[in-house]
């Protein structure tokens, strides 16, 4: 396999079970990934991602906690565009609107949010980009979609860890036939993953398919929880990502600039990580 996508270099990305293979068979060899993250760049879905900033049962006790912690992030939080969504079994407070995961915006508000500091303390640490509305978009392996992980592993099991996507390089949408490709390529990603012993899941989007690895509870992806306490990535998470450090595009690493940095010097660009991701509630 060749640099990483858009870059100019030999470094090169990690794949998993043929994944470049299998990207590079359908989708050719070309590297027309992004330096600053929009074309090239990746996603579960085409429209409506968002910052998922706290989230709450559904239910008459959840609703109360989650109306006063919305008008706390409006206010000592200085995020007055926060906003509730119903999202099934759970309330979750959100910012923003992005087209994609890897919408520059999107990083960079992330980033400013969780650093975001209240009484010497950042309680919004652990916001993480959550993927649009779920479509009903099902795959040929219905075990292996990760729209069916919740219902079939259990209701906590929230997070899960995106090591690549399938898609049209140029990031445009692909036509019937393209995307019917697409897809058949990423649930044969998965199904070689799984040939493997590794818990992988795909996600079919409007354009694009990703591909997951892991399902993970509140309490395993680390940051500070609901209740105050400070918490270290599980042991499992870890073993994921050193397996899987990078989110590929079609089997290749998608070069982008290292957050905080300016200028075109090499040192500030690095090849995309693996991203957690929250899982889907199917509805």
């Keep these: 396999m060749a640099g990483c996508a858009g870059g ?117 640490s652990r916001a993480i980009i959550g993927p649009p509305p779920v479509r009903e978009v099902y795959g040929e392996i219905p075990e292996f979609d990760l729209r069916n992980a919740r219902s079939l592993y259990g209701q906590d099991k929230a997070f899960t860890l995106q090591i690549a996507i399938y898609g049209r390089q140029d990031g445009g949408r692909p036509s019937d036939r393209e995307l019917a490709e697409i897809r058949k390529t990423a649930e044969t990603a998965v199904a070689g993953l799984r040939r493997e012993g590794q818990e992988a899941f795909y996600f079919h989007g409007s354009t ?34 050193r397996e899987h450090p990078n989110n590929l595009l079609n089997g290749q690493g998608i070069r982008e600039r290292i957050p905080g940095t300016r200028g075109n010097a090499e040192r500030n660009f690095r090849l995309q990580p693996s991203q957690l991701v929250m899982v889907p509630q199917s509805s």
Excluded: C, K
Excluded at 95 to 112: H, I, M, S, V
């Design 208 to 241: 694009r398919s990703s591909v997951t690895i892991g399902l993970f509870t509140e309490g395993e992806v680390g940051g500070r929880g609901a209740d105050g306490v400070m918490r270290s990535e599980s042991m499992r998470l870890r073993e994921v990502r």
């Design 8 to 124: 100019s270099g030999s470094t090169q990305a990690q794949s998993g079970a043929g994944q470049s293979q299998v990207g590079s068979e359908l989708f050719g060899s070309r590297t027309g990934g992004a330096r600053g993250g929009r074309a090239g760049s990746a996603s579960q879905e085409d429209s409506g991602w968002s910052i998922v900033i706290a989230h709450f049962p559904a239910d008459e006790d959840g609703a109360q906690r989650a109306n006063y912690a919305l008008q706390r992030v409006r206010t000592a939080g200085r995020l007055p565009e926060a906003r509730l969504e119903d999202r099934g079994d759970r309330i979750v407070i959100v910012y923003g609107n992005y087209r994609e995961l890897n919408d520059p915006r999107a990083r960079e508000d992330l980033q400013r949010i969780r650093g975001i500091t209240i009484d010497d303390e950042r309680p919004y």
